[in-house]
């Protein structure tokens, strides 16, 4: 009897998973194998943008460099021509014992292209009652000139970021040089 019961419930299953259009009386194995696999696509999921685009260890890196060692002063990044990834283009070293910190910005802005968008990871220091401030900002440049469809790829995939990066203090966006004017940054920080 216990034999009967047995075939028969076997024979159910493999009927139910044929009339579902699954052949292989190992149907509920390979469906707790699609389970596992969609789980492990969802956890690289979140390590991409909201556009679909992947983080780069070297901007993470970068990143890192720039926050807790002190490396850099600024990260470029910039996302790549397939729209896959998002990886450092250039940075610049730390100021040192240069206090002129209008014009290290300046030169910060000089690795910024005028028809292009990027993101800038910048340390931006000033002082306030002859003591030195430090902020880490995210600059999104989105000048006016550059396509449309690479302005809203940056502007989707800022907050992925902002995620990554924890230790960010201010988020920026900036259309064009005078909106990133040192005193105007000074002013949208302090206020």
């Known amino acids: 009897w216990h034999r009967y ?8 299953k493999y ?4 009339q579902k259009g699954n052949t292989s009386p190992n149907a509920s194995i390979h469906k707790r194998t699609q389970k596992a696999q ?9 390590e991409q943008m909201a556009s ?5 260890d070297d901007l993470l890196q970068g990143y890192d460099k720039l926050v807790h060692g002190a490396h850099y002063r600024a990260v470029i990044g910039v996302i790549s021509q397939d729209f896959s990834s998002c990886s450092v283009e250039k940075t610049l070293p730390p100021a040192g014992e240069n206090k002129d910190f209008k014009a290290l ?3 910060t ?6 028809n292009e968008c990027r993101y800038a990871i910048v340390d931006f220091c000033y002082t306030n009652n002859s003591v030195t401030v430090s902020k880490v900002l995210l600059v999104l440049w989105s000048p006016d000139g550059a396509k449309v469809r690479n302005k809203m790829i940056y ?27 040192y005193d105007t940054i000074l002013k949208r920080i302090t206020s």
Do not use: F
């Not at 019961?5 to 159910?12: A, L």
């Not at 679909?52 to 780069?56: R, T, Y």
């Not at 970021?161 to 966006?173: A, E, F, G, N, Y």
């Open 105 to 107: 910005w300046n030169e």
């Open 109 to 114: 802005l000089k690795l910024l292209p005028p």
């Open 155 to 181: 502007a989707s995939s800022q907050e992925c970021l902002l995620r990554v990066m924890p230790d960010i203090q201010r988020q920026l966006q900036a259309t064009d040089e005078d909106e990133l004017d």
């Open 5 to 12: 019961r047995y075939i028969n419930v076997y024979i159910c």
């Open 15 to 18: 009927h139910k998973n044929h």
């Open 38 to 46: 969609s789980k492990t696509r969802k956890r690289k999921k979140k």
């Open 52 to 56: 679909n685009i992947a983080v780069n």
